[in-house]
């Protein structure tokens, strides 16, 4: 499935030729095809940001998540511009026509009383569709984009009906364009799997199956499958994904939500004619979600698969490099940025860069491969955690820290006790 031709790392603006040119065909599913990885070396002073995932070398993990962000050559261009480490345009179909968006279609939640102009926006729903731009001019644009920036990661997200020759047709027409990768949208929670497409498919595993099996016996550059977080254990479809021949996962999607109801005209937001629909919630409310279903991703990808073959990529309120290097602890290989760049622009990625260079200098790491996964172990079970705090309230003994029952809990002292058992 995966494609190598010449490659190219870039570090900051430099360009170095490695690796010899892999051309394996879809006849034989060749392990070169993933799992190169670049090592920082030990005498580097400062951290190397760079990755490579499935074959493919990014200067940074940092990727424009598929949406406006990467919605024509303008905003594309000024991506890789700024120094991102890879583009996900955004999805296209055969036919655009199908596809009629609205205005306004987004809404904000802020912290505090919602609607007040001055509170922090923490959350963010759309009810946008995928392109609605004719094919053939993303596709032209897809190919301009390559042979001003043939070293450069661009990946077309595709999504289309449930029809095996429309897969085909759409993925032969991208490939032709010289993009790096394909990322399938199983996940748009809104408007689309009306048309069993987008989180219609995501959300049925034997659907997804059987899709996923047309774009891979198709495709020859590397797959991912981008899950919906609206289902009940995400861990099922990236399972299917993987074993069915995709290279990687993208998790997640919005989640689907309703942002609220006006208590002045009494008609839900974003409002449309005076009506609504629910839509996809993204921003910063939804990363401990985000965390959450990459965390099970990837301990499932670690017990079940060699994860040196397939990559993660994680996505949902990512603004700072703090909020990236958790998804990179949790396992991702790379995260990817959408709402969080419609917020502040293309030049964010400087300060991702930098703070997430800052988080790997605190502590030692020197290269994104030092701490991948490093916070994994520490997840368990609650019985087990009850087993270990017993444990270690043995051991202290005469130390006490916390309560051992409920039967400790005082009233005079309730918010101290409260206090003793809180971790953060």
């Not at 505090?112 to 993303?138: F, V």
């Not at 409002?271 to 993204?282: A, L």
């Not at 910063?284 to 301990?299: D, G, Q, R, S, T």
Request: with cysteine.
């Amino acid at each position: 499935m995966a494609s190598l031709g010449s490659s190219q790392l870039r570090v900051g603006r430099a360009s170095v030729t490695e690796f010899p040119a892999i051309m394996p065909t879809r006849r034989f599913r060749l392990p070169c095809r993933v799992g190169f990885r670049v090592e920082a070396l030990e005498s580097q002073q400062e951290p190397d940001m760079s990755v490579c995932v499935n074959g493919l070398k990014m200067p940074n993990p940092f990727v424009i998540g598929s949406g406006p962000p990467g919605t024509n050559y303008t905003v594309m261009k000024r991506a890789f511009d700024e120094g991102w480490g890879a583009v996900i345009a955004k999805t296209v179909s055969l036919d655009a026509s199908k596809v009629i968006n609205v205005t306004p279609r987004y809404a904000r939640l802020r912290a505090g009383a919602n609607g007040s102009a001055k509170g922090q926006i923490i959350g963010w729903e759309n009810i946008e569709l995928i392109s609605d731009r004719p094919l053939e001019t993303m596709l032209k644009e897809f190919k301009q984009l390559k042979e001003e920036y043939p070293d450069r990661i661009l990946i077309a997200s595709i999504m289309e009906e449930y029809d095996k020759a429309a897969w085909e047709e759409l993925i032969e027409r991208v490939e032709e364009t010289g993009i790096d990768a394909i990322e399938i949208n199983f996940s748009c929670p809104h408007g689309m799997p009306e048309r069993k497409m987008g989180a219609a498919v995501g959300q049925d595993c034997r659907l997804l199956e059987e899709v996923c099996g047309w774009i891979n016996a198709k495709a020859t550059v590397p797959v991912w499958a981008k899950m919906t977080p609206n289902i009940t254990d995400i861990t099922e479809p990236a399972r299917v994904a993987l074993r069915s021949g995709c290279e990687g996962v993208s998790a997640i999607n919005t989640i689907m939500s309703v942002m609220g109801i006006n208590l002045d005209t009494l008609r839900p937001e974003p409002c449309v004619e005076g009506y609504s629909t629910p839509g996809g919630y993204s921003c910063k409310a939804v990363h401990p979600i985000a965390l959450a279903k990459v965390m099970n991703i990837a301990k499932m990808m670690k017990s079940e698969f060699n994860e040196k073959e397939y990559s993660l990529s994680g996505i949902g309120g990512v603004e700072t490099g703090g909020d990236a290097a958790e998804f990179i602890l949790l396992g991702a290989n790379t995260v990817q940025v959408c709402t969080g760049v419609m917020m502040h622009g293309y030049g964010i990625v400087k300060d991702l860069c930098k703070e997430l260079k800052d988080f790997m200098k605190k502590h030692g790491f020197s290269s994104i491969e030092d701490f991948r996964g490093v916070s994994l172990e520490y997840f368990t079970t609650h019985t087990d955690l009850v087993r270990r705090q017993r444990e270690a309230i043995e051991l202290r003994k005469a130390i006490r820290k916390g309560l051992q029952s409920d039967r400790d809990w005082t009233g005079d002292g309730f918010v101290k006790e409260t206090e003793s058992m809180v971790s953060n």
